[in-house]
């Protein structure tokens, strides 16, 4: 006979830390939280390197900006997931006969496992001449840049976001130097109230810009992303 589950039982299924000597409780809690976190399970099952992968897979599922044959810069890429779903996406390894080729540069601060189909270049983006090594590597102007960058996190909730958004304007920044007319800007950013200023330059500089939550970013963080679509190069004046 098959049996009920009651709340309280299914909650016992979760699997359950205990809180080790020298382990903080909040440690404990997020570990926890990734033992149980079905995205983390997904991206083991499915190969990729964190489940931040399944975050830019849910927003181009929307906006579809991951189309073959697309040249795409990911800022900030360590470790590696968002490139692997761009690989596959933009046909990087023309696996798909009769469809576009497409180029994937990742770039980082740090050193990051190679990945097959993208180049991967250590490089700080905010160099001088930074966007020109770009253009070169991509063999010209890109048409997506995306990052999924945060600064370093302080602990204080309001300097953590004015850093975020501070590096969000600055990948922006360099997204119009390297972005072909028409191209795509997707960025994480977080909620606070000061992105407004970054709202308004994107705004004068894309068609359309859009604020998403996708559904692999977690409920309880306050990160969301910004998808900035047909980037208008001859707007720089205005």
């Known amino acids: 006979m098959a049996r009920n589950i009651s709340g309280r039982g299914q909650r016992d299924l979760r699997t359950k830390v205990k809180t080790a000597r020298g382990r903080r409780l909040s440690s404990t809690r997020w570990l926890e ?8 399970k997904r991206a083991r099952a499915e190969g990729y390197r964190g489940r931040a992968a399944f975050k830019i897979l849910e927003l181009d599922d929307k906006y579809r900006f991951l189309v073959p044959g697309a040249r795409v810069v990911d800022l900030g890429c360590a470790p590696g997931g968002w490139c692997q779903v761009a690989v596959k996406r933009v046909n990087a390894l023309g696996e798909r006969p009769g469809k576009a080729v497409g180029t994937v540069l990742g770039i980082d601060l ?59 304007e600055a990948a ?67």
């Open 172 to 238: 922006a920044e360099f997204a119009f130097d390297v972005l072909a007319p028409g191209g795509t800007f997707v960025a994480k950013v977080l909620a606070g109230g000061a992105e407004g200023a970054l709202q308004k330059i994107l705004k004068q500089r894309f068609a359309k810009v859009a604020n998403v939550k996708p559904p692999a970013s977690r409920a309880d963080s306050s990160e969301k992303f910004v998808v900035a679509t047909g980037y208008r190069a001859d707007s720089a004046g205005d």
């Open 33 to 40: 939280r990734q033992l149980n976190d079905p995205y983390v």
């Open 110 to 168: 740090q050193e990051v496992e190679p990945i097959a189909g993208a180049e991967i270049h250590q490089l700080d983006f905010l160099d001088e001449g930074a966007d020109d090594k770009v253009r070169g590597w991509l063999g010209g102007q890109a048409d997506v840049v995306m990052s999924d960058m945060a600064a370093a996190a302080s602990g204080h909730k309001q300097t953590d976001h004015l850093r975020i958004v501070a590096l969000c």
